[in-house]
Protein backbone atom coordinates (compact mmCIF):
# COMPACT_ATOMS: atom_id res chain seq x y z
CA UNK A 1 0.00 0.00 0.00
CA UNK A 2 1.02 3.18 -0.66
CA UNK A 3 2.09 5.65 2.20
CA UNK A 4 1.88 9.48 0.85
CA UNK A 5 4.17 11.70 2.68
CA UNK A 6 2.10 13.57 5.02
CA UNK A 7 2.75 17.22 4.73
CA UNK A 8 0.78 17.99 7.92
CA UNK A 9 2.39 16.57 10.40
CA UNK A 10 5.22 19.09 10.85
CA UNK A 11 2.72 22.12 10.34
CA UNK A 12 0.05 21.17 12.78
CA UNK A 13 2.52 20.53 15.53
CA UNK A 14 4.54 23.61 15.50
CA UNK A 15 1.89 25.97 14.05
CA UNK A 16 -1.61 27.51 15.45
CA UNK A 17 -3.06 25.23 12.84
CA UNK A 18 -6.29 23.39 14.65
CA UNK A 19 -6.85 25.54 17.15
CA UNK A 20 -10.40 25.89 18.74
CA UNK A 21 -12.58 29.08 18.07
CA UNK A 22 -16.25 28.92 19.21
CA UNK A 23 -16.34 24.86 18.03
CA UNK A 24 -15.00 25.69 14.64
CA UNK A 25 -11.82 24.66 13.43
CA UNK A 26 -9.49 27.03 12.38
CA UNK A 27 -6.53 27.36 10.26
CA UNK A 28 -4.73 30.57 9.28
CA UNK A 29 -4.29 31.62 5.19
CA UNK A 30 -0.70 32.96 6.00
CA UNK A 31 -0.05 29.28 7.61
CA UNK A 32 -1.46 27.28 4.83
CA UNK A 33 0.69 29.27 2.49
CA UNK A 34 3.84 28.48 4.82
CA UNK A 35 2.28 24.51 4.48
CA UNK A 36 2.63 24.55 1.20
CA UNK A 37 5.98 26.76 0.77
CA UNK A 38 4.85 30.05 -0.69
CA UNK A 39 6.60 32.71 -0.07
CA UNK A 40 4.04 35.45 0.24
CA UNK A 41 0.35 35.48 0.19
CA UNK A 42 0.00 36.83 -2.69
CA UNK A 43 1.65 33.64 -4.08
CA UNK A 44 -1.81 31.85 -2.34
CA UNK A 45 -4.50 34.84 -3.45
CA UNK A 46 -5.31 33.06 -6.50
CA UNK A 47 -6.28 29.96 -4.50
CA UNK A 48 -7.49 31.96 -2.00
CA UNK A 49 -10.35 33.31 -4.75
CA UNK A 50 -10.73 30.41 -6.70
CA UNK A 51 -12.13 28.39 -2.89
CA UNK A 52 -14.07 31.88 -2.84
CA UNK A 53 -15.79 31.20 -5.66
CA UNK A 54 -16.50 27.56 -5.31
CA UNK A 55 -18.32 28.42 -2.05
CA UNK A 56 -20.19 31.12 -4.29
CA UNK A 57 -21.17 29.08 -6.75
CA UNK A 58 -22.37 25.96 -4.43
CA UNK A 59 -24.24 28.80 -2.28
CA UNK A 60 -22.08 28.33 0.52
CA UNK A 61 -21.62 31.61 2.80
CA UNK A 62 -18.18 32.95 2.36
CA UNK A 63 -17.68 35.05 5.39
CA UNK A 64 -18.39 32.09 7.41
CA UNK A 65 -15.46 30.29 6.04
CA UNK A 66 -13.22 33.21 5.35
CA UNK A 67 -13.18 35.63 7.67
CA UNK A 68 -10.70 38.23 7.86
CA UNK A 69 -8.97 39.16 10.79
CA UNK A 70 -5.89 40.80 12.24
CA UNK A 71 -2.89 38.82 13.79
CA UNK A 72 0.47 39.95 15.51
CA UNK A 73 3.56 38.29 14.04
CA UNK A 74 7.03 38.55 14.59
CA UNK A 75 6.86 41.50 11.35
CA UNK A 76 3.89 43.64 13.93
CA UNK A 77 0.53 43.53 12.99
CA UNK A 78 -0.89 41.66 10.14
CA UNK A 79 -4.37 41.15 7.70
CA UNK A 80 -4.49 37.15 7.72
CA UNK A 81 -7.63 34.86 6.83
CA UNK A 82 -9.10 32.69 9.46
CA UNK A 83 -10.47 29.34 7.37
CA UNK A 84 -12.47 26.49 8.42
CA UNK A 85 -11.94 23.10 7.56
CA UNK A 86 -13.67 23.42 4.12
CA UNK A 87 -11.77 26.93 3.16
CA UNK A 88 -8.31 25.26 4.09
CA UNK A 89 -9.73 22.24 1.81
CA UNK A 90 -10.25 24.35 -0.85
CA UNK A 91 -7.24 26.72 -1.14
CA UNK A 92 -5.17 23.50 -0.99
CA UNK A 93 -6.74 21.89 -3.86
CA UNK A 94 -6.88 25.16 -5.98
CA UNK A 95 -3.28 25.85 -5.53
CA UNK A 96 -1.27 25.16 -8.26
CA UNK A 97 0.10 21.70 -8.29
CA UNK A 98 3.13 22.69 -10.18
CA UNK A 99 4.50 22.83 -6.72
CA UNK A 100 5.44 18.99 -5.26
CA UNK A 101 4.52 19.72 -1.52
CA UNK A 102 0.87 21.18 -2.85
CA UNK A 103 0.73 18.17 -5.02
CA UNK A 104 1.57 15.82 -1.56
CA UNK A 105 -0.91 17.72 0.25
CA UNK A 106 -3.78 17.08 -2.32
CA UNK A 107 -3.28 13.43 -2.04
CA UNK A 108 -2.64 13.51 1.58
CA UNK A 109 -5.81 15.64 1.79
CA UNK A 110 -7.87 13.33 -0.63
CA UNK A 111 -6.87 10.61 1.48
CA UNK A 112 -7.33 11.67 4.88
CA UNK A 113 -10.88 13.16 4.14
CA UNK A 114 -12.20 11.77 1.09
CA UNK A 115 -12.91 8.08 2.77
Not at 4 to 26: I, L, M, R, T, V
Not at 51 to 73: D, E, K, L, S
Request: proline share 3%; glycine share 6%.
Amino acid sequence: MLIPYDPFSDWEKNSQFGADHGNQECHYATEVAEMLQFHSMEDISDAIDRAMQVCRRAGIAVPVHFRQVFRYTREGLQRDLRLSNLASYLVIINAGTEHQVVAQAQIFSYLKNGK
